[in-house]
């Protein structure tokens, strides 16, 4: 089964400065990873995904993220935080059938003026 | 580019009635899926489609649950007698690779 922990319900960074947000997940195969974001009163939207191939994953809005099979990691990062990040922000995980997504608790990113 | 969509965006329902949310997925797609999100809490998996039939459920998609492909573009999800407890924000999803896509979602609203 697959599970993911998301290290920080609420993240704020000031404007311009990195953005990290933790992902950690358990699976008893090679997992599916995504990160997803959810802005005010909509739904989610793909920020990026890894399937297979190079372990660092460029997504959109300039976040790019690690799969660490070793620490069973995937945060999070972007160089420069810009106002119009603030959102919730999910790590989900799925096994290589696909059948279920797996979500995170989600983590609250307030980027400070 | 393509999206899902989701009709209504919101939902107020009397506790007892039934609902139906509707989903039309990215027309290409195989793989459908429904999520909800109760407010505050994390997303949760509800159930899993393809080829016609459930491939995966949850413990929440229960007796009262149902979900449908009445067409070759919609996907629905019906309560059958909604509780108290099924108000939620509920995310319609499709995938043909390996990332799923969601919709807008739609809040439903049960008093």
């Known amino acids: 089964a697959q599970s993911v922990t998301q290290l920080g319900s609420h993240v704020s960074v000031s404007e311009g400065a990195l953005v990290l947000l933790r992902c950690n997940y358990s699976s008893s195969v090679p997992p599916y990873l995504f990160w997803y974001v959810q802005y005010p009163n909509q739904g989610l939207q793909l920020l990026l995904k890894?399937?297979?191939?190079?372990?660092l994953v460029k997504g959109i809005n300039g976040f790019e993220a690690e799969f660490k099979k070793s620490e069973t990691s995937f945060h999070l990062t972007k160089p420069s935080a810009h106002m119009s990040d603030a959102a919730e922000y999910f790590c989900a995980v799925s096994d290589r059938t696909g059948n279920q997504f797996y979500f995170g608790t989600g983590t609250s990113l307030t980027v400070i003026p | 580019e393509p999206e899902v969509t989701q009709t209504p965006s919101h939902q107020v329902t009397q506790m007892g009635q039934e609902v139906i949310l509707r989903c039309v997925p990215i027309?290409?797609?195989?793989?459908f899926y429904w999520y909800r999100q109760i407010l505050g809490q994390k997303v949760e998996f509800l159930v899993s489609?393809?080829?016609?039939?459930?491939?995966?459920k949850s413990e929440i998609f229960d007796d009262q649950f149902s979900v449908e492909r009445p067409d070759g573009s919609n996907f629905t999800l019906k309560i059958r007698s909604t509780k108290l407890e099924d108000s939620a924000m509920y995310f319609c999803a499709s995938r043909l690779g390996m990332a799923a896509f969601f919709g807008q979602g739609t809040r439903l609203t049960v008093v």
């Open positions: 027309s290409n797609h195989l793989y």
């Open positions: 489609f393809y080829n016609n039939e459930i491939s995966e």
């Open positions: 890894y399937t297979t191939g190079a372990t």
